[in-house]
C-alpha cells in the first residue's frame, strides 16, 4: 500500500510551547488529508480535514486556533499545537487520502505511524 | 456515516481462521465497508473494503451479506501478528461529506498460541 510519513515519532515538550507535526504522502498526491487523536484506551478521533491549498475543516470540539493545520501541497500537511497543556498530551496520527478518480476507484485512506505528544 | 456494531474482544488460536463479525445495518447504498486494523501504538492499517460483493486480497476475505446489513472479515491462517484491534467502517463516497472514516471501539483480537 501507499506509504505515509510521520514526522516526529515522539515528542516532549514544555508546557507553554508549540509543537509542530508533519505529515508526508511519500509515494502519491494526496489532496485530502485527515488528523485524528487518541487517548490511551480509546479509539481514533477525527479531529480535522484539510483539502490542498484550502483551509481545514474541523470537526465540533476541536479548537481551530489551538490546533493548526496547514496543507500547502499534495504531499504536506502539518498540525501545529498550540501553546501546548499537558491535557493536550496524546497520540496524533495523519491520513492522507490518494487522489480521487472515479467513483470506483479506491480512494483508501493511508494513515502514517503517529506521533506520540507529551507536554510536561 | 452509517455506524456499525462490533463485538469489544474475540480471542482466535494461532493457524486458525479469525472470523470478526460487523452488524451495519444502517448502511446506505453508496456507502463501502471498509477494514482496519492498528497494532498497538501503531498508526492503522488498511485491510480490505467492498461495496456489496465478497471480497479477498493477500491479508483477509471480506463476506457482505445479501441485504448488507452485516459483514465478516476472515483472516485465514490467524498469527501471533494479528494480534491487534480491528475497525469494521461504514464510509460514503468521497464526494458525500469528504468521506471521513469515522472509528468506532473495534474489536481487538487476541492471537493466542
Known amino acids: 500500500g501507499a506509504v505515509v510519513s510521520q514526522h516526529p515519532s515522539w515528542v516532549i515538550c514544555k508546557s507553554g510551547t508549540s509543537v509542530k507535526i508533519e505529515c508526508r504522502s511519500l509515494?502519491?498526491?494526496?489532496?485530502?488529508m485527515f488528523w485524528y487523536r487518541q487517548f490511551p484506551k480509546q479509539s481514533l478521533m477525527l479531529m480535522a480535514t484539510?483539502?490542498?491549498?484550502?483551509?481545514?475543516?474541523?470537526e465540533q470540539g476541536v479548537e481551530k486556533d489551538k490546533f493548526l493545520i496547514n496543507h500547502a501541497s499534495l504531499t504536506l500537511s502539518t498540525l501545529t499545537v498550540t501553546s501546548a497543556h499537558p491535557e493536550d498530551s496524546s497520540f496524533y496520527i495523519c491520513?492522507?487520502?490518494?487522489?480521487?478518480?472515479?467513483?470506483?476507484?479506491?480512494?483508501?485512506?493511508?494513515f502514517g505511524a503517529g506521533t506520540r505528544l507529551s507536554v510536561l | 456515516d452509517a455506524k456499525t456494531t462490533q463485538p469489544p474482544s474475540m480471542d482466535c488460536a494461532e493457524g486458525r481462521a479469525a472470523n470478526l463479525p460487523c452488524n451495519h445495518s444502517?448502511?446506505?447504498?453508496?456507502?463501502?465497508v471498509y477494514w482496519y486494523r492498528q497494532i498497538h501504538s501503531q498508526g492503522p492499517q488498511y485491510i480490505i473494503h467492498g461495496l456489496k460483493n465478497n471480497e479477498t486480497n493477500e491479508m483477509a476475505s471480506l463476506i457482505i451479506t445479501e441485504d448488507r446489513k452485516s459483514s465478516t472479515l476472515i483472516l485465514p491462517h490467524a498469527t501471533l501478528r494479528d494480534t491487534a484491534v480491528y475497525y469494521c467502517i461504514v464510509r460514503a463516497p468521497f464526494e458525500n461529506q469528504g468521506g471521513k472514516l469515522i472509528f468506532g471501539q473495534g474489536t481487538e483480537l487476541s492471537v493466542k498460541p
Open positions: 509515494d502519491f498526491q494526496a489532496t485530502t
Open positions: 444502517t448502511i446506505s447504498g453508496n456507502e463501502y
Open positions: 491520513s492522507a487520502r490518494d487522489r480521487p478518480r472515479t467513483i470506483r476507484a479506491k480512494n483508501i485512506q493511508y
Open positions: 484539510s483539502n490542498e491549498g484550502s483551509k481545514a475543516t474541523y
